[in-house]
């Protein structure tokens, strides 16, 4: 392509690039220059130089001469027509072969790719069901780790006979404690009847008293009655003694 210039960068890196003609164009160029089997701007292209040795060689065969001349001529010609078709054609099925072989490589890469999705697919999901192994480990490791702390706390206890033998006296200890609780019941309730019995007996000593009070009392009043009638009836006596003398 006319005019393509690159500026490059100082570590090779390419920057910019202005090309003369679009992609469209460059496209056109490039079909035109395979269709003519043209590599280069300089020279004639080679399927112009065909038309023109088969032209010349048809131009001879349509001359009307029959000598020999004539006949060198059109077997020099065709001889040159023929190795510009030879020339012509190795270039072809050089570029048939490419062909060919980027249509293989094309398949092998289609292949290729076909098999790399494949394979991304069965990654992503190894990639699922190892998660899932991941959160099931996950899981076991945490029972694990709470088993631990399980049997390690379990290994701090006493052992199982010690602490039979611990549970042994502590019931009997119970045992003994129930007794006295018992016993102490027994002897609240007796403590209590006996109060009870004690208060009926002041209850009944205290009317006992009252009543002999009363009847005490009640014996001061008849005999104080009973001296004070003695002495009016002294007195009395007395004066009629005095009025009779």
């Known amino acids: 392509m006319l005019g393509k210039t690159r500026k490059v960068s100082a570590r090779g ?20 220059r395979l269709l003519t089997r043209t590599t280069t701007t300089r020279g004639e292209p080679p399927l112009k130089k065909l038309q023109k040795k088969f032209t010349s060689f048809v131009s001879e065969i349509d001359k009307d001469d029959d000598d020999e001349e004539n006949y060198a001529d059109c077997d020099k010609l065709a001889r040159a027509f023929l190795q510009e078709l030879t ?3 190795i ?19 289609n292949e290729l790719n076909d098999e790399m999705n494949r394979q991304i697919l069965q990654a992503q999901a190894d990639i699922e ?14 029972h694990k780790e709470e ?47 006996q109060f009870a019995l004690l208060l009926h007996v002041v209850d009944e000593l205290q009317n006992t008293i009252e009543e002999d009070q009363k009847s005490l009392v009640e014996e001061m ?6 001296l004070k009638n003695g002495m009016e009836d002294a007195s009395g006596g007395s004066e009629s003694m005095a009025i009779d003398q």
């Open 129 to 142: 069901v190892l998660k899932k192994q991941l959160e099931e480990s996950k899981v076991e490791r945490r």
């Open 87 to 89: 020339a012509f054609e």
């Open 147 to 193: 088993c631990e702390a399980i049997r390690k706390l379990i290994a701090l206890q006493p052992p199982r006979a010690k602490t039979m033998k611990v549970n042994t006296e502590l019931e009997k200890e119970i045992a003994a404690l129930e007794a006295e609780n018992t016993a102490g019941s027994r002897l609240l309730e007796l403590r209590k009847k």
């Open 13 to 32: 890196e390419a920057v910019a690039a202005n090309y003369a003609f679009g992609p469209a164009e460059d496209d056109a160029i490039i079909k035109h």
């Open 221 to 226: 009043r008849i005999a104080t009655e009973e």
């Open 91 to 109: 270039p072809l099925l050089k570029s048939k072969a490419v062909v060919d072989a980027n249509v293989r490589e094309q398949e092998n890469f």
